[in-house]
């Protein structure tokens, strides 16, 4: 996967980057999709620094 995102405060405007691989598994609760994702980013890049990272992100999201 590759995320870039643009925020925004009162005077300034950051750049936020990162690369990385992502694992989505789909399973059923109660006969309804749920999806589980797993996302290992290897490369966080930011208007003030640059590094490489070993996180894991954990998410899940309710199918529509």
């Not at 690369?19 to 966080?44: A, E, H, Q, S």
């Amino acid at each position: 996967f590759s995320d870039n995102g643009l925020f925004y405060d009162k005077m300034n405007s950051y750049m936020i980057s990162n690369v990385g691989f992502g694992l989505r598994v789909r399973t059923l609760i109660f006969n309804k999709p749920i999806y589980l994702r797993f996302d290992f980013p290897f490369y966080y890049k930011t208007d003030l620094n640059e590094e490489s990272v070993q996180k894991i992100i954990f998410s899940f999201e309710k199918g529509l």
